[in-house]
């Protein structure tokens, strides 16, 4: 199971920790969801789901607010007992002694945010959904070619890396290369990531490592991208026949996601930083509504039937 370590968390969302001397560094979140304990403070604890992060709001916090000091001690402590990874207190709200000292005795870390409820849940699921993704790792180059996120695959050696620098030397940008990380944030979205050891890296054979984003500027590299278009490398076979229209899309999985795919046979002479660019910019085209393919053939089709018209007049 995917977990994502408490103390990333706290750093990625800028949470005001009101518990030091809790130790953080063992917890870690296995739920993207988050929960707002508003039944639990009213003592409902059935399908009560602890392995969330939990969230009081405002309604949460002026419903404690106005409870009594026994239905506080019997709530807090019932809640506390639960091995939850961390409560949140939004807008800036301070929890009353009662709820501190109830923490103190089971250990749970307790953090304070000045975001709004609703602004910070979003923002937190949406990073914890990415984070706790299903997460494969692939051989390929990942490159951001007007913003259509390509993955270059191949056999090693055919030239995935040459072809990335040569996008990146046209002003596109390096996600990773050797290794990309795949994750699953839903079922349209893949989304591709660098290792941390190797990031912003690229290995060229015969020169040895290159740090892309000292050569060639911050602007040349960027963390994520979705993956939208695979391109595919392979070495040229002359008995094969290969695909020059184009009228029916092929496609490859990763994670059950069915991705977009061009096997481009490698030559000589072939610029393949060219040929990746115009690739992820038919690609737009397609998702935009046009596509060359099909218009070619319906001007052949309507071609074909006034030529068909002409000789029936004669």
Same mark, same amino acid.
């Given at each position: 199971?995917?977990?994502?370590?408490?103390?990333?968390?706290?750093?990625?969302?800028?949470?005001?920790?009101?518990?030091?001397?809790?130790?953080?560094?063992?917890?870690?979140?296995?739920?993207?969801?988050?929960?707002?304990?508003?039944?639990?403070?009213? @003592?409902?604890?059935?399908?009560?789901?602890?392995?969330?992060?939990?969230?009081?709001?405002?309604?949460?916090?002026?419903?404690?607010?106005?409870?009594?000091?026994?239905?506080?001690?019997? &709530?807090?402590?019932?809640?506390?007992?639960?091995?939850?990874?961390?409560?949140?207190?939004?807008?800036?709200?301070?929890?009353?002694?009662?709820?501190?000292?109830?923490?103190?005795?089971?250990?749970?870390?307790?953090?304070?945010?000045?975001?709004?409820?609703?602004?910070?849940?979003?923002? /937190?699921?949406?990073?914890?959904?990415?984070?706790?993704?299903?997460?494969?790792?692939?051989?390929?180059?990942?490159?951001?070619?007007?913003?259509?996120?390509?993955?270059?695959?191949?056999?090693?050696?055919?030239?995935?890396?040459?072809?990335?620098?040569?996008?990146?030397?046209? @002003?596109?940008?390096?996600?990773?290369?050797?290794?990309?990380?795949?994750?699953?944030?839903?079922?349209?979205?893949?989304? @591709?990531?660098?290792?941390?050891?190797?990031?912003?890296?690229?290995?060229?054979?015969?020169? @040895?490592?290159?740090?892309?984003?000292?050569?060639?500027?911050?602007?040349?590299?960027?963390?994520? /991208?979705?993956?939208?278009?695979?391109?595919?490398?392979?070495?040229?076979?002359?008995?094969?026949?290969?695909?020059?229209?184009?009228?029916?899309?092929?496609?490859?999985?990763?994670?059950?996601?069915?991705?977009?795919?061009?096997?481009?046979?490698?030559?000589?002479?072939? &610029?393949?930083?060219?040929?990746?660019?115009?690739?992820?910019?038919?690609?737009?085209?397609?998702?935009?509504?046009?596509?060359?393919?099909?218009?070619?053939?319906?001007?052949?089709?309507? &071609?074909?039937?006034?030529?068909?018209?002409?000789?029936?007049?004669?």
């Amino acid at each position: 199971m995917e977990s994502v370590k408490l103390t990333k968390f706290i750093e990625k969302m800028k949470l005001i920790n009101l518990t030091p001397d809790i130790e953080v560094k063992g917890i870690k979140i296995t739920q993207s969801d988050i929960n707002r304990p508003a039944l639990q403070m009213t @003592g409902y604890f059935e399908h009560f789901d602890s392995t969330r992060v939990q969230l009081i709001g405002m309604v949460e916090y002026t419903y404690m607010e106005g409870m009594s000091e026994e239905e506080k001690r019997v &709530n807090y402590d019932k809640l506390m007992s639960y091995d939850i990874p961390c409560i949140i207190f939004s807008r800036d709200h301070q929890p009353d002694e009662l709820f501190m000292e109830t923490a103190r005795k089971y250990r749970r870390p307790i953090f304070s945010t000045p975001k709004a409820t609703s602004a910070f849940m979003a923002e /937190a699921i949406r990073w914890l959904n990415v984070e706790l993704a299903p997460c494969i790792s692939v051989h390929g180059v990942l490159v951001d070619v007007f913003g259509e996120g390509v993955l270059i695959t191949g056999e090693s050696g055919i030239g995935k890396s040459e072809a990335a620098l040569e996008l990146i030397k046209r @002003g596109h940008r390096l996600v990773t290369d050797d290794a990309v990380e795949l994750r699953k944030v839903s079922d349209e979205t893949l989304v @591709g990531r660098a290792p941390d050891i190797t990031k912003h890296f690229i290995e060229l054979r015969g020169i @040895g490592i290159v740090d892309v984003k000292a050569l060639f500027g911050a602007s040349s590299v960027r963390d994520t /991208a979705s993956i939208d278009l695979v391109i595919r490398l392979e070495e040229w076979d002359k008995d094969k026949e290969y695909d020059r229209l184009g009228l029916e899309e092929e496609y490859t999985e990763y994670l059950g996601n069915k991705i977009v795919c061009h096997t481009l046979p490698i030559r000589p002479g072939r &610029n393949l930083a060219v040929i990746c660019e115009s690739a992820a910019v038919n690609h737009r085209q397609k998702k935009m509504g046009y596509n060359a393919a099909q218009e070619l053939y319906a001007r052949v089709q309507k &071609n074909l039937a006034k030529k068909r018209e002409e000789e029936e007049d004669e």
